[in-house]
């Protein structure tokens, strides 16, 4: 049976081998065995604490009532649809200023406190002190700073008021799906000095926040609990975690990776699927910018999800913001829930990688996720306050997998 994702497979493998962060090994390719012959490492044992109590989620302050909804009023520049930053500041009752004329635009809401903060030429824009990746690098225009209106539509508007979008955003979860990156033969990234792997710290990780996760009330589904893959190939493996996801109907997925970079490289970035018609963050091209992925489906609730994962890792670990970023990652292509992966620390800088060989480290980066995935809970919860706290447990039946 040929199933629509191995349509789609050699653009999006290409993509990921392509994009940055932790990779695994090209399927058919080895690896150079005098580089990777190192003593096998034993798996780093976890030894999880207590369930914490559900923590106090405090999101930021929302904001005033919108203008009725009615469309972007869109600028032609550059062969794209833009729309001025100060549009967005009259639509949610903020007021926009230069911090540096032609450079820098705030928008700060009614007591002055900053909200936004856009650049001119950055493919980014920082809300409440977290950085999120835009398709389109910004636009100094005239008297003003434009964004393209797609990242209107998919990043900023749903960050900035998600109840505009009830009707779109599914209810909390309940039912989430873990995954441990990487695992059996499949080392993912290596700390040869510090003699990690990142496929033991990644299921370290995925058990302490499983146990953190239940103590909360959601119920959880591992895609793997020991050292091992899903399949003996690279493409088969990636395929079948996100599939576990569709397989049990779950309302959430969650990939924990670790990072790869020349070795001076540091922070955390937590990617979610690129919507269609936009580059992944940090590429020239992309061959399948016009497909719409079953992970598209979600792509508001994904940013919403990608955002409150990110803002709870650079506070609990207190790790420099590489950004909330979009990628056509294998992963996040085909899940039919809100999906993210993150990757919590480079695991080929020495600095990060000897805090990641504590487990008290490794405790607070599930922490982390765990205050992460409770912020999006509220979020959603707060659009749909019939089905608030994650107590109604949906049953795991076995269902087929829907190829769009
Ligand atoms: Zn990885």
Redesign the pocket.
Request: glycine letters at 6%; hydrophobic letters at 40%.
């Given at each position: 049976m040929v199933r629509i994702r191995a349509r789609y497979l050699p653009v999006v493998m290409a993509g990921l081998l392509l994009a940055g962060?932790?990779?695994?090994p090209a399927t058919g390719k080895s690896r150079p065995a005098a580089v990777h012959r190192v003593t096998p490492v034993a798996p780093v044992l976890p030894s999880v604490p207590p369930a914490a109590p559900r923590a106090v989620v405090t999101l930021p302050p929302p904001l005033p009532p919108a203008q009725a909804s009615r469309p972007w009023v869109a600028k032609r520049l550059n062969n794209g649809d833009y729309v001025d930053v100060r549009e967005i500041a009259e639509r949610y009752n903020l007021r926009a200023s230069w911090v540096t004329i032609g450079l820098v635009m705030q928008l700060a809401d009614a007591r002055g406190v900053v909200r936004l903060k856009f650049e001119s030429k950055d493919h980014a824009f920082i809300l409440d002190g977290t950085r999120v990746s835009l398709g389109e690098t910004t636009v100094f225009n005239q008297d003003s700073l434009f964004i393209s209106r797609i990242d209107v539509i998919k990043s900023v508007a749903p960050l900035l008021r998600p109840a505009e979008f009830a009707a779109q955003m599914p209810g909390p979860p309940r039912l989430i799906v873990l995954d441990a990156?990487?695992g059996g033969a499949d080392p993912?990234?290596r700390n040869l000095v510090m003699h990690l792997d990142?496929?033991n710290l990644?299921l370290d990780v995925v058990l302490r926040l499983k146990k953190l996760l239940e103590g909360r009330g959601y119920r959880v589904i591992l895609t793997r609990s020991d050292d091992s893959k899903l399949a003996a190939a690279q493409r088969p493996d990636l395929e079948q975690r996100d599939e576990v996801a569709n397989r049990t109907k779950a309302d959430l997925f969650l990939s924990v990776?670790?990072?790869?970079a020349p070795a001076t490289v540091t922070g955390t970035e937590t990617y979610v699927m690129t919507p269609q018609f936009q580059i992944s963050t940090g590429e020239a091209k992309d061959a399948t910018v016009d497909k719409a992925f079953p992970g598209n489906q979600q792509d508001l609730a994904n940013i919403v999800l990608g955002y409150h994962l990110q803002r709870c890792l650079l506070a609990g670990l207190n790790s420099s913001d590489r950004g909330c970023k979009r990628g056509r990652r294998l992963v996040l292509c085909f899940p039919e829930c809100p999906a993210a992966l993150v990757?919590a620390a480079y695991l080929s800088n020495n600095t990060e990688a000897s805090r990641l060989a504590t487990p008290e480290h490794r405790q607070r980066i599930a922490q982390a996720l765990a205050a992460g995935i409770d912020e999006y809970s509220a979020a959603l919860a707060a659009l749909h306050p019939a089905h608030a706290g994650p107590t109604e447990i949906r049953p795991a039946a076995a269902a087929p997998r829907k190829n769009p």
């Amino acid at each position: 049976m040929v199933r629509i994702r191995a349509r789609y497979l050699p653009v999006v493998m290409a993509g990921l081998l392509l994009a940055g962060g932790c990779k695994a090994p090209a399927t058919g390719k080895s690896r150079p065995a005098a580089v990777h012959r190192v003593t096998p490492v034993a798996p780093v044992l976890p030894s999880v604490p207590p369930a914490a109590p559900r923590a106090v989620v405090t999101l930021p302050p929302p904001l005033p009532p919108a203008q009725a909804s009615r469309p972007w009023v869109a600028k032609r520049l550059n062969n794209g649809d833009y729309v001025d930053v100060r549009e967005i500041a009259e639509r949610y009752n903020l007021r926009a200023s230069w911090v540096t004329i032609g450079l820098v635009m705030q928008l700060a809401d009614a007591r002055g406190v900053v909200r936004l903060k856009f650049e001119s030429k950055d493919h980014a824009f920082i809300l409440d002190g977290t950085r999120v990746s835009l398709g389109e690098t910004t636009v100094f225009n005239q008297d003003s700073l434009f964004i393209s209106r797609i990242d209107v539509i998919k990043s900023v508007a749903p960050l900035l008021r998600p109840a505009e979008f009830a009707a779109q955003m599914p209810g909390p979860p309940r039912l989430i799906v873990l995954d441990a990156g990487h695992g059996g033969a499949d080392p993912g990234t290596r700390n040869l000095v510090m003699h990690l792997d990142e496929k033991n710290l990644t299921l370290d990780v995925v058990l302490r926040l499983k146990k953190l996760l239940e103590g909360r009330g959601y119920r959880v589904i591992l895609t793997r609990s020991d050292d091992s893959k899903l399949a003996a190939a690279q493409r088969p493996d990636l395929e079948q975690r996100d599939e576990v996801a569709n397989r049990t109907k779950a309302d959430l997925f969650l990939s924990v990776h670790f990072n790869s970079a020349p070795a001076t490289v540091t922070g955390t970035e937590t990617y979610v699927m690129t919507p269609q018609f936009q580059i992944s963050t940090g590429e020239a091209k992309d061959a399948t910018v016009d497909k719409a992925f079953p992970g598209n489906q979600q792509d508001l609730a994904n940013i919403v999800l990608g955002y409150h994962l990110q803002r709870c890792l650079l506070a609990g670990l207190n790790s420099s913001d590489r950004g909330c970023k979009r990628g056509r990652r294998l992963v996040l292509c085909f899940p039919e829930c809100p999906a993210a992966l993150v990757e919590a620390a480079y695991l080929s800088n020495n600095t990060e990688a000897s805090r990641l060989a504590t487990p008290e480290h490794r405790q607070r980066i599930a922490q982390a996720l765990a205050a992460g995935i409770d912020e999006y809970s509220a979020a959603l919860a707060a659009l749909h306050p019939a089905h608030a706290g994650p107590t109604e447990i949906r049953p795991a039946a076995a269902a087929p997998r829907k190829n769009p």
